[in-house]
């Protein structure tokens, strides 16, 4: 009786993730069938239970405190959306891929896993069960510096603990691999003694408001290297030989010696808070984290429905109601940013053309606020004409004109020659998926990567016939500070 009651998650008493004794024999159980279904298919297969967490538990403080050294961690979080959160901590699949047909590759591979495994029935909470957790590089390649060391062209993990909130409940989810000639009852055990290291659940730690040490940041390349690469593009626009091309800068902040990025589980905690209305998210490989708070959908996936969001067109945010409301009028009056806009709007419509019964736009953009930024956004909803995932819906959206350019055959082979940097995952989807293929990806943007002793910020901007350098310079300037005050402390 006593292993089967709840316990209320208070800082500092029980454990962070309490698993009864009838659960852990029902996971043995799980491990059982799997082992059976391994041997009879030559291949592992997934066991997994899933427990309600106590009331007030929190996905990020549980994951962020029980992380191990070097372990695979993420963080999926829109709080604003009655409080939803997926957060994935360990692997124990690793899914990875590169090349043009990476969505395309991890979409069969994790549909194949999920297909097998050996899993409660759903509780009502939305990426509960086994889910798979990560992102893309913005090209197929993937990162070709090393200091995106860990992060792939694709990669999706299978968490050993996921945990998902909606609503102010929360689930956890374990997960084993079983191979065909596994014991499954050890199976079992090493994934809850796993979960048993976590010990007691923890606030999230704060960041230091008076570091003695404090970093400065500057950009990787002179700024004058920017407006040169801008005016570079728009004689090609102008040339008639693209309509739109996205352009981004890379700051890094380093310290003196001594001084250390602060922890990004303090990072997301400001984040969550300050940054209401966009995604905020993390992804963890070895020492390094790569955060973002987006405010840019790029799909979402509710089983026959597809929702995205064209997301062009940006200025800043002001103190004053009256300024802001002036700026958001501005906004929306520009033909430059209009034209912008509806490049993407376009190119998403004809993609979803292959996939979709029907879809459709608002008819005019509205103006939402994210961050330290206004921007023009257009919701896009679409009803599929059969099953795909959201892996895969991903793969037909990426890049969008937001974020790349149009025509893409002209404009993303000029993205890296004309910003010389690597991207990473900048501007990449990151997110999750379910068993079902149902999932959310966001476009990474506003976004950093710490290293053990700096930090890279990231921010692009769509660049078309009537951009001004000097004014695109300006416009990067505003979408670093979603991250740069709070990254170099």
């Known amino acids: 009786m006593a292993h089967d009651a709840q316990v209320v998650a208070r800082p500092g008493r029980g454990p962070a993730v309490p698993v009864a004794a009838r659960d852990r024999e029902r996971l043995t159980r799980h491990a059982r069938q799997a082992a059976q279904r391994a041997r009879r298919l030559r291949t592992a297969v997934l066991a997994s239970i899933t427990v309600d967490l106590p009331p007030g538990a929190d996905p990020l403080a549980i994951v962020a405190a029980g992380r191990e050294p070097g372990e695979p961690w993420t963080v999926y979080e829109q709080?604003?959306?009655?409080?939803?959160?997926?957060?994935?901590?360990?692997?124990?699949?690793?899914?990875?891929?590169?090349?043009?047909?990476?969505?395309?590759?991890?979409?069969?591979?994790?549909?194949a896993l999920a297909a097998e495994a050996v899993a409660d029935l759903g509780g009502g909470v939305e990426g509960e069960g086994p889910v798979a957790l990560g992102g893309f590089a913005f090209t197929d390649d993937g990162p070709t510096t090393h200091a995106w060391e860990g992060f792939s062209a694709a990669s999706l993990h299978v968490p050993r603990l996921a945990l998902a909130a909606?609503?102010?409940?929360?689930?956890?989810?374990?997960?084993?691999?079983?191979?065909?000639?596994?014991?499954p009852r050890a199976a079992a055990e090493r994934a809850l003694a796993r979960v048993d290291r976590l010990g007691a659940a923890t606030p999230l730690p704060m960041l230091d408001p008076d570091p003695v040490r404090r970093a400065r940041p500057a950009?990787?390349?002179?700024?004058?290297?920017?407006?040169?690469?801008?005016?570079?593009?728009?004689?090609?626009?102008?040339?008639?030989?693209?309509?739109?091309?996205?352009?981004?800068?890379?700051?890094?902040?380093?310290g003196s010696t001594g001084w250390r990025p602060p922890e990004a589980a303090a990072a997301l905690g400001v984040m969550r808070e300050a940054y209401d209305g966009c995604c905020v998210l993390a992804v963890g490989r070895g020492p390094r984290t790569f955060l973002a708070a987006t405010p840019e959908l790029l799909v979402r996936r509710e089983g026959h429905r597809l929702a995205t969001l064209a997301l062009a067109g940006t200025t800043r945010r002001s103190s004053d109601p009256a300024v802001e409301s002036h700026l958001a009028e501005t906004l929306l009056r520009s033909t430059k940013d209009r034209e912008e806009h509806a490049i993407v709007v376009r190119r998403i419509l004809r993609r979803l053309e292959r996939v979709a019964?029907?879809?459709?736009?608002?008819?005019?953009?509205?103006?939402?606020?994210?961050?330290?930024?206004?921007?023009?956004?257009?919701?896009?909803?679409?009803?599929?004409?059969?099953?795909?995932?959201?892996?895969?819906?991903?793969?037909?959206?990426?890049?969008?004109?937001?974020?790349?350019?149009?025509p893409e055959d002209v404009a993303l082979p000029m993205i890296p020659a004309l910003e010389g940097m690597d991207r990473g995952w900048y501007a990449g989807p990151v997110g999750w998926t379910?068993?079902?293929?149902?999932?959310?990806?966001?476009?990474?943007?506003?976004?950093?990567?710490?290293?053990?002793?700096q930090v890279r910020c990231f921010a692009g901007v769509g660049v078309v016939a009537d951009s001004d350098p000097a004014a695109e310079l300006a416009e990067t300037e505003i979408k670093l500070q979603a991250l740069l005050p709070l990254l170099s402390g």
């Open 166 to 183: 909606r609503g102010g409940r929360v689930r956890a989810t374990i997960s084993a691999l079983v191979a065909p000639d596994d014991d």
């Open 219 to 254: 950009s990787a390349l002179p700024p004058a290297h920017y407006e040169e690469a801008v005016a570079r593009a728009v004689e090609r626009i102008r040339a008639g030989r693209m309509e739109k091309i996205v352009l981004a800068r890379e700051v890094l902040v380093r």
């Open 434 to 453: 379910d068993a079902a293929g149902d999932g959310e990806l966001c476009v990474a943007l506003r976004s950093a990567l710490l290293e053990p002793e």
């Open 357 to 406: 019964l029907w879809s459709t736009a608002a008819p005019a953009p509205q103006v939402v606020q994210a961050a330290s930024a206004q921007h023009l956004a257009t919701p896009i909803r679409a009803q599929l004409a059969e099953p795909r995932s959201v892996i895969e819906l991903a793969g037909l959206l990426h890049p969008t004109p937001a974020v790349g350019g149009f």
């Open 79 to 111: 709080r604003d959306r009655d409080g939803r959160s997926i957060c994935g901590l360990g692997a124990v699949v690793a899914l990875e891929a590169s090349g043009p047909g990476r969505f395309r590759e991890l979409a069969v591979r994790w549909a």
